[in-house]
């Protein structure tokens, strides 16, 4: 187990005892505890260093003469409101006005993609009492097709499928119409999943988004993938501007600050994290409890 926060700022702050004041110095000590406690949990060292800097601003800044809290309890939270507010402050929730609303799911192969679709329609069906329908455009792998297929079952929506078909910007654009149809409310697409550094496969995903214009556009990160989140969440993003970020697989051992690192360098808020392979296994994404889990 990664040794929290807390624990390593005991340590580090019994230099603040008896003081009633944050100074230079024992901020100091604190400040490198806090940094090495972001990288042990994943946050590149660039982006612990320019976080705990602004840290040590604050800590330093005006009014901060201790009155009802300890010099260590006070620097927890500094610490926790930057976190929380540099990644978003509040749960930032998803934009649901189309008619037919269209969510296109983006990511690279294995990032979860497939059983975020699936909980996702899930988790419209049952909190937010929508008529989903799960489309599935990864031409590539009838696997994939297959997977998808069972999860709606699973769920109990239906699910737009063209096994024949070779032209996934074709698919899409009959899903939504089959949904309208239908009186489906809400158009979930599936993709391919696709390496990054494979251009053919991102320009298709480009294509797809230009074609059925979604509402929200979401990329789907391994959150056990550290630092390459990051490089990944980069490319996808200059390529289909995405809106929101899913972060999957946060019941692994990971700390998660790839979700600190992913949203300091693209800006782009974090909209559900995904807690296991059970359809129900999904959260929105909320700012504080992540800190929380970063700082241990
Ligand atoms: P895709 O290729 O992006 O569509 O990825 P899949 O949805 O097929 O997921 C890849 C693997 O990760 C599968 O074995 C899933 O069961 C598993 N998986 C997906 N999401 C989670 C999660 O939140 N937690 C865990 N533990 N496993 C997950």
């Known amino acids: 187990m990664l040794e929290s926060l807390s624990e390593r700022l005991e340590g580090a702050l019994k230099v603040l005892k008896g003081e009633n004041k944050l100074t230079e110095i024992n901020v100091a000590a604190s400040i490198k505890e806090i940094r090495r406690a972001l990288v042990d949990a994943d946050v590149s060292y660039k982006i612990a260093k320019e976080f705990t800097d602004r840290v040590k601003e604050k800590a330093l800044g005006s009014d901060n003469v201790l009155k009802a809290v300890s010099p260590g309890q006070l620097m927890i939270k500094i610490v926790m409101d930057e976190l929380t507010d540099l990644m978003g402050g509040q749960a930032a929730g998803l934009n649901l006005a189309g008619k037919p609303t269209v969510i296109l799911i983006a990511g690279l192969q294995g990032s979860g993609k497939t059983t975020f679709s699936g909980k996702l329609a899930h988790w419209l069906k049952t909190q937010k009492k929508k008529s989903p329908l799960l489309v599935a455009c990864d031409v590539y792998r009838p696997a994939a097709m297959d997977q998808l297929t069972v999860l709606a079952e699973q769920v109990g929506v239906p699910v737009y499928k063209e096994p024949e078909s070779?032209?996934?910007?074709?698919?899409?654009?009959?899903?939504?119409?089959?949904?309208?149809?239908?009186?489906?409310?809400?158009?979930?697409?599936?993709?391919?999943?696709?390496?990054?550094?494979?251009?053919?496969?991102?320009?298709?995903?480009?294509?797809?988004?230009?074609?059925?214009?979604?509402?929200?556009?979401?990329?789907?990160?391994?959150?056990?993938?550290?630092?390459?989140?990051?490089?990944?969440?980069?490319?996808?993003?200059?390529?289909?501007?995405?809106d929101g970020v899913v972060l999957t697989k946060m019941d692994g051992d990971t700390r998660g600050g790839a979700a600190l690192s992913v949203k300091y360098?693209?800006?782009?808020?974090?909209?559900?994290?995904?807690?296991?392979?059970?359809?129900?296994?999904?959260?929105?994404?909320?700012?504080?409890?992540?800190?929380?889990?970063?700082?241990?």
């Not at 599936?190 to 053919?200: V, Y």
């Not at 496969?201 to 989140?229: H, R, S």
């Open 166 to 242: 070779k032209n996934p910007v074709q698919i899409a654009l009959k899903a939504i119409q089959y949904a309208i149809e239908h009186k489906c409310d809400v158009v979930i697409v599936d993709t391919a999943g696709r390496l990054a550094i494979d251009e053919e496969m991102m320009a298709e995903i480009k294509n797809i988004k230009e074609a059925i214009l979604p509402q929200e556009t979401l990329f789907v990160v391994d959150a056990m993938t550290g630092q390459d989140a990051v490089n990944t969440a980069q490319v996808f993003n200059e390529t289909i501007n995405f």
């Open 265 to 296: 360098t693209v800006g782009k808020p974090i909209k559900f994290a995904s807690t296991g392979e059970k359809m129900d296994a999904l959260e929105l994404f909320y700012p504080d409890r992540m800190a929380q889990r970063i700082l241990g």
